[in-house]
Nanobody
């Protein structure tokens, strides 16, 4: 069993910054991918992901503004979000993918508004 606990969402003005954290626990295998998805009204989309060996991927709309990282133990993932825009408003979900199985956090709301 896997648990993902997120923190760090909130309300921020356009141009501001937020940092999301997600701690994974339970049956974590060495080979995995940790990532962040977001969902506004509509489909859930991948924001960024990082593999156990440090490879990263970003959706085009956040590249250069967001940075994903994970701690040295490998089980906590962070999303540093800078230069936030109103269109970044969404519920952000932490995701762990290992051996083709997806696990999800409960979601944290990010609202970018003046």
């Amino acid at each position: 069993q896997v648990q993902l606990v997120e923190s760090g969402g909130g309300l921020v003005q356009p141009g501001g910054s937020l940092r999301l954290s997600c701690a994974a626990s339970g049956s974590i295998f060495r080979i995995n991918v940790l990532g962040w998805y977001r969902q506004a009204p509509g489909q859930r989309e991948l924001v960024a992901a990082i593999s156990n060996d440090g490879r990263t991927t970003y959706t085009d709309s956040v590249r250069g503004r967001f940075t994903i990282s994970r701690d040295t133990a490998g089980n906590t993932v962070y999303l540093q979000m800078n230069s936030l825009k109103p269109e970044d408003t969404a519920v952000y979900y932490c995701n762990l993918n290992q051996y083709a199985t997806n696990y999800w956090g409960q979601g944290t709301q990010v609202t970018v508004s003046s």
